[in-house]
């Protein structure tokens, strides 16, 4: 549902030379890849995410996750 939402109905050609849909679905893609082959590197990516979204957003009251960063790459 998340990437459904992203792609459009106009679906114009990127500088990259793919369409805006092309790249939703690599996206989407590597990230389902990503979840199957590295399901605790996605965990942190998530957690990193979440916890990024929160400080740009001034929630104080988040409850932020601890992500260890080493070793993710």
Do not use: C
């Not at 793919?18 to 990516?45: G, M, W």
């Not at 990024?52 to 601890?66: E, F, P």
């Amino acid at each position: 549902m998340f990437f459904n939402s992203l792609r459009t109905e106009e679906d114009r050609k990127l500088e990259t030379g793919l369409s805006h849909n092309q790249t939703v679905l690599i996206l989407e893609r590597s990230v389902d890849a990503l979840i199957k082959e590295h399901p605790e590197k996605f965990k942190k990516y998530v957690y990193w995410f979440y916890n990024a979204s929160n400080y740009l957003m001034g929630d104080q009251n988040a409850d932020l996750k601890n992500v260890e960063l080493e070793n993710i790459g």
